[in-house]
């Protein structure tokens, strides 16, 4: 469902011209739980922006379903991360004084759904992301850590998307919270068969997933199944 | 992005800072509300002008004495209607000359002391014949007018004008057969004018009338008028009755080249136009006082707009990567700063209209907003809004949503 072929990228800033990716090739496919992981400076962020539809390559393909999108222009590429990408980032990025509900409708009111059925939609991925019901008129600045990364989990599911990209999403939590985002991304997976690309430097974070692919200095240096995953048990809190 | 969608998002992010939006708001309501105010004052003037021109009289030339202002200046202009080239015979040719002529009532005035029982007062002596009355509308509130017996026979007789009354004998006193002295000559009053309402530049209240000959004989001593009004039967005879008038009166002065003539003519349409011309450039002028505070408005709407780009960057970011189009982001903040100014302007165009009846009803100075202003406070304070919100909304929505998410 997923594939890139022989992926680089480089960025040019006056004369320095510097190589974040150099040939990265690999396959995803349906309902996946895969961690790309390497130190900073790997070229890991710069993946996940190619992944997550952000950015170009400079050369090499990544096709999303078959369809390629390594050429696609600015508006396209919105389009695609509209429909087919849901995003989980490090610093949650809900909106400020909002409610919990409202957060989770923002990709909606981009995809012209109509009323009845955001509030239908938003609560089911609220239940997904395994937020408490009395939670869901809260203003975000009065959630927890942990609350708030699953209402931005609930905001990427909410738009049903064929990949969910986590960057780094218990950078900020404390481990027995991290714990609990992580645990709600292995019942995602295995529930609803939901492909999920986590993007981490740890390996303790990464021995999550089924699959680790290990990235440095711009290059896959290891890629393979996971055979001691960590299982966190799925009770819903 | 459906338009109820855009409201409420713009709704959500005004009131997130509401000190702040509010002030911005302020910014426009005083440039909105001095616009409307300022240029209220001005229509006011035009209107009361307009008034002030269409209670003098209707169809009517006036015949001043002295060089036109026009022409090569080889004259020496003295003060407008001092000269001494008018006389009483000259109206009379005029009458039996121009075939148009309806009435014609010649008019000389000065200004003098009066006196009356203790009191006295300093106004305009207008020496004049009974058609004064009908040609410049006048009616009476008591009384009689001059007639034609009062100047035949250069009776002493006065009528007064209303607020020469009210400084001479008191308001609401009947003063008909009461004595005033006019340059030491007594005077009896037969009659009081209905006020005309002080519009305009002068006062049409202020004045007493007496019979040219009364005038001519016992106050001036001299033959010549300060000018000749003039009705005309038909408004379409105005001009051939002025070309008519002219010849005359050159012929009678005997003056071949026109531009020597020693009189001048105005009509009505002159004077209302000159007039009108000069409101104009008085209203333009106070819009443009109310503009500029207008503009320093808009400018709080770029200023707060840009501080929002800023702050929001990693909202910006984050509505991007969730697929939020550039021609989405834009339209959100373009909408965020029309509906600043939109609700400037609505409260802007209420404070103005407060303003102007505040003033109108404080002071002597008449205001008018008329639907034409509103329309335009209007349309402006939607423009400023695209205008000033035009390049911060093109900022959020250049951003990268990789720098922007980013951003610290």
Known sequence: MLEVKDITKTYRSGEMETTALRGVSFNVERGDFLAIMGPSGSGKSTLMHILGCLDTPTSGHYFLEEKDVSELSDEELAETRKHKIGFVFQSFNLLPRTTVLRNVALPLIYSDIPEEEREKRVKEALKRAGLAEERFGHLSNQLSGGERQRVAIARALVNNPSLILADEPTGNLDSKTGRVVLETFQRLNEEQRRTVILITHERYIAEHAHRIINILDGAIVEDGFNHNQRLLNHKKP | ?408
């Open chain 2, 1 to 408: 992005m459906k338009t109820s969608d855009l409201l409420q998002e713009t709704f959500f992010a005004l009131t997130m800072n509401k000190a702040r939006s509010g002030l911005t708001i302020l910014g426009i309501v005083i440039g909105i509300g001095s616009v409307i105010a300022m240029i209220s004052i001005g229509q006011g003037a035009q209107v009361s002008i307009q008034q002030s021109i269409q209670s003098i009289g209707s169809n009517l030339l006036v015949v001043y004495p002295g060089a036109q202002m026009s022409g090569t200046g080889r004259q020496v202009s003295s003060g407008f209607g001092t000269a001494q080239t008018l006389t009483l015979a000259d109206a009379d040719k005029i009458a039996q000359g121009v075939p148009a002529v309806e009435l014609i009532a010649p008019e000389t005035s000065h200004r003098y002391q009066i006196t009356a029982k203790g009191t006295n007062t300093n106004t305009s002596v207008v020496g004049t014949t009974p058609s004064y009355a009908q040609i410049k509308n006048f009616e009476m509130e008591s009384g009689l007018f001059l007639s034609e017996q009062d100047v035949r026979g250069s009776s002493k007789v006065a009528v007064l004008g209303p607020t020469t009354r009210d400084d001479l004998f008191g308001e609401g006193v009947n003063p008909i057969g009461q004595k005033i002295r006019i340059n030491k000559i007594d005077f009896t009053v037969i009659g009081v004018t209905q006020s005309k309402g002080t519009s305009g530049f002068m006062s049409q209240d202020d004045m007493i009338f007496i019979p040219i000959s009364t005038a001519q004989l016992f106050l001036t001593g001299d033959d010549y008028l300060s000018s000749i009004n003039i009705q005309i039967s038909n408004e379409k005879l105005m001009a051939s009755a002025q070309e008519q008038t002219t010849a005359i009166l050159l012929a009678s002065h005997n003056i071949s080249d026109p531009e020597m003539a020693d009189f001048q003519i105005l009509n009505q349409a002159d004077i209302l136009a000159t007039l009108t011309s000069v409101t104009n450039t008085f209203t333009v002028f106070l819009g443009a006082v109310g503009g500029i505070s207008l503009l320093v408005g808009g400018i709080g709407i770029m200023n707060m707009m840009l501080t929002t780009v800023t702050e929001r960057t990693r909202e910006i970011g984050l509505r991007k990567a969730i697929g939020a189009k550039k021609e989405d982001i834009s339209r959100q903040f373009l909408t965020e700063s029309v509906m600043l100014t939109v609700i400037g302007g609505v409260i802007g165009i209420i404070l103005g209209m407060a303003i102007a009846s505040v003033i109108s009803r404080f002071t002597q100075v008449t205001t008018s907003v008329s639907l034409f202003s509103i329309m335009l406070a209007f349309g402006v304070s939607a423009a400023v809004g695209i205008g000033f919100g035009y390049y911060p909304a093109r900022r959020a929505a250049a951003l990268n949503p990789i720098e922007a998410l980013r951003y610290e």
